[in-house]
């Protein structure tokens, strides 16, 4: 583990208002920063907004105003946003900075001096909207851009080219060496393989725009957008500066990106780098594309999240939470508002934040707001552990979801261990003194471990919490991997007991969302879960139809079941695949979608009921052989198993 770490952002076009897709970005960021900042790292993020090129110049006149009016305006629109949700950045770099500039064209003199740019005449296909160049014959239609999807244009102009084409080798040679520069391998492997194609010379000028920087001894060039903007990642630390800045030792750094910028970020500027004789970044972590009912956002679809909407709906905390949460690294996620409610509700207020009130109250109520004596209970010590371990090993690698599941995981083993041992009947009976001391112990000793692990996932609750549990300083400044979570301080007093993460009502929330998208004119948000919802409209009953006949009932064949195992599902976030004993030759699968509510592994071992002879049905890809019974409580419809108080053998028919 170096002492340094520098985390940036990509720098964002100020051609549009902030969305999701940015602020989930530099919220990965920003807890990416703050858990290395917990772990004991010197650590420098940056960010920024990226103010040239000819889609900017256009969208300013489409406005009718100045350029530099339209980008000062958006770009102050984007620090006002981050801001306001609590991004702890160092640096917020403007492209149109005179130091940003100044950077660029040493960059470009660098290249330059090594013999690596040269000017010709560039003909072809150019996407105004995405920046890039396209192949295609001139005489053929002109081809769709690989992201807007609108029309290119073509292009004859004179330019400057720099060399790609003579670092393919170097390139591949530095993919071997460091197999870990690109991440995850599936984004390694796209890269590899275009570079294995052949690289051509590079366009790096304009002369059909004056939106730009400067090429150095040549105004009648500005840089290629490209070329400009990905240099700010080291002219915002100075490396041109002379002395060198006090920032620059934080070179090389970590690139946080989404897949759609990959081969600039992967090709083009390793390549720059190389040629100017500058390190290579550490590494460039893809991140995946949020979509929304299964589309990628886009306004012409109307299917966009609205970041002002979250904003006076949700906790900060609940949205970063859900998105660290919900997408694994490197793959897409599906944002609806109806999974951030349950998420928040599942996770934060049934989760730590009902440990942490009933684990205070209990102290308050059985112990006088005092800690007692006793040691943590030993098996949920080492689950507690162990899990601390996994999610910083899982944090370290931007593997949030994952770390957050351990963490889960060993809530959902304290939970059960509370109930248990059932500490409201420990204290009534004065024999079980000592055996209360460790329920209370235990629970305390969870939910600081909880509080300090997920502080960088819940910046603002974890601080709430610890002041909660009333220690000094903050949970952040606690390293996880260091923390000695069986050394509870007997005697400490805890603080006020503070809500920290009530629980949301979801139909009151979702008809209000759809009222605000409908009178903005959005696409219709997805329904809260309900029957009414999908459900057709009932037909009038009779009194005869209000029963069932014992031959109707007879139909439903209800067995005892037993969870041998319970997974999660790829990409199906709701969904957990249980292996269950029916007492069959062999165990059945079952798909049910509880995920939100249980932890795979707290259902290992359940004696549940099943339908048996319910008509086999696929989903996600998998067949699910039966359907558990479970009661819908309160007006969230949480799950809850009917299960059984004495042991009774698997198989066995319920009638």
Not at 154 to 162: C, G, N, P
Not at 546 to 574: C, N, P, S, Y
Not at 632 to 644: E, K, N, R
Request: include cysteine.
């Amino acid at each position: 583990m170096t002492d340094r770490f520098y985390i940036t952002t990509p720098i964002y076009y100020v051609n549009a208002e902030p969305h999701l897709g940015h602020l989930y970005a530099t919220m990965l960021a920003d807890t990416v920063r703050r858990f290395q900042t917990q772990r004991g790292r010197e650590s420098y993020f940056l960010t920024g907004t990226d103010e040239h090129s000819q889609k900017i110049e256009r969208a300013a006149e489409a406005k009718g105003v100045p350029v530099q009016l339209f980008v000062d305006g958006l770009a102050g629109r984007f620090r006002e946003v981050f801001d306001h949700w609590k991004i702890g950045y160092d640096q917020f770099i403007r492209t149109t900075s005179d130091a940003h500039k100044a950077g660029a064209q040493e960059l470009w003199r660098r290249c330059r001096d090594a013999g690596l740019i040269y000017k010709s005449v560039y003909a072809g296909w150019y996407c105004v909207q995405d920046n890039a160049f396209i192949d295609g014959p001139k005489d053929g239609p002109p081809p769709e851009c690989p992201d807007s999807g609108g029309p290119a244009e073509w292009v004859e102009e004179e330019s400057y080219f720099f060399r790609l084409s003579e670092f393919q080798d170097r390139l591949l040679a530095y993919y071997r060496e460091h197999p870990g520069f690109i991440q995850p391998d599936s984004r390694r492997n796209e890269i590899v393989s275009f570079v294995e194609g052949g690289l051509q010379d590079l366009s790096i000028s304009r002369v059909t725009t004056k939106w730009g920087v400067q090429v150095p001894d040549d105004p009648a060039h500005v840089m290629y957008v490209w070329f400009d903007a990905l240099s700010n990642y080291v002219t915002a630390l100075g490396f041109s500066e002379s002395p060198e800045p006090e920032r620059w030792k934080f070179w090389p750094g970590v690139h946080l990106i989404g897949k759609d910028i990959l081969r600039f970020h992967t090709v083009y500027w390793p390549a720059f780098l190389m040629g100017a004789g500058l390190p290579l970044p550490e590494r460039v972590m893809v991140h995946g594309l949020w979509m929304s009912g299964g589309r990628k956002m886009s306004k012409r679809l109307g299917n966009g999240v609205d970041i002002g909407l979250l904003d006076r709906h949700f906790q900060h905390d609940a949205v970063r939470y859900y998105c660290l949460a919900e997408m694994g690294f490197g793959q897409d996620g599906d944002f609806t508002y109806g999974a951030l409610v349950d998420r928040s509700n599942a996770d934060l207020a049934n989760g730590i934040g009902n440990l942490a009130s009933r684990t205070l109250t209990m102290l308050a109520k059985y112990r006088e707001s005092v800690i007692p004596d006793a040691a943590v209970d030993p098996a949920v010590l080492s689950a507690l552990e162990q899990a601390v371990t996994t999610a910083v090993a899982e944090f370290e690698n931007f593997e949030f979801r994952r770390g957050i599941e351990a963490l889960r995981v060993a809530m959902a083993t304290v939970d059960r261990f509370i109930s248990d041992r059932k500490p409201w009947a420990m204290a009534k009976d004065p024999a079980l003194e000592r055996e209360l001391d460790v329920v209370l112990v235990t629970a305390f000793a969870a939910v600081r471990a909880l509080v300090v692990t997920l502080a960088p996932t819940l910046p603002e609750g974890a601080e709430a919490l610890w002041r909660s549990l009333n220690f000094e300083g903050t949970a952040s400044a606690v390293d996880p991997g260091a923390l000695a979570i069986g050394d509870v301080p007997a005697g400490h007093r805890i603080g006020d007991i503070v809500p920290v993460y009530p629980r949301l009502n979801k139909e009151q929330i979702m008809d209000e969302i759809t009222k605000e998208t409908a009178a903005d004119g959005a696409a219709p948000v997805e329904p809260a879960a309900s029957a009414a919802a999908v459900a057709p409209a009932p037909t009038p009953a009779t009194e005869d139809d209000a029963f069932i006949t014992i031959d109707d009932f007879a139909k439903v064949d209800l067995r005892v079941g037993q969870i041998l195992a319970a997974d999660r599902i790829e990409g199906a976030d709701k969904l957990l695949k249980l292996s269950v004993d029916l007492g069959e030759t062999e165990p059945r699968q079952v798909l049910a979608g509880i995920a939100l509510h249980y932890a795979p592994e707290a259902l290992v071992g359940r004696k549940i009921v099943v339908v048996a002879n319910l008509k086999p049905r696929k989903m996600r890809g998998l067949v699910s052989h039966g359907m558990i019974l479970a009661a819908s409580v309160g007006d969230d419809g949480v799950p809850v198993l009917a299960t059984f108080a004495e042991d009774v053998p698997n198989g066995i028919r319920l009638k």
